[in-house]
């Protein structure tokens, strides 16, 4: 199951969304529920969300440090 969780668990008073995922507490609760085509039609709105947040993460997120290390692993390669 796809998700756009980013384990940065906390909303942004002005807008409501997740500082991590860019999703609504409403959202992240009924994730299970959503279908495949609701879970991308979401997920495509989600970067755009994240750019209307006050402030962004300061920490580097777990997804962002595979990633990292994907990327690394297959330049060496």
């Known amino acids: ?3 756009p969780c980013t384990l940065v668990c906390s909303i942004d008073l002005k807008t409501g969304y997740c500082f991590g995922c860019g999703r609504t507490r409403d959202e992240i609760a ?3 529920d ?3 085509s609701e879970r991308r039609a979401l997920m ?3 970067s ?3 750019e209307t947040v006050e402030r ?3 920490r580097e997120t777990r997804r962002q440090r595979l990633a990292l290390r994907q990327t ?4 060496t390669a």
Do not use: F, G, N, V
């Open 44 to 46: 495509e709105a989600l």
């Open 72 to 75: 690394r692993e297959r330049d």
């Open 56 to 58: 962004k993460p300061r």
């Open 48 to 50: 755009a969300r994240l």
């Open 34 to 36: 959503y279908t495949d």
């Open 30 to 32: 009924a994730w299970m």
């Open 1 to 3: 199951m796809i998700s």
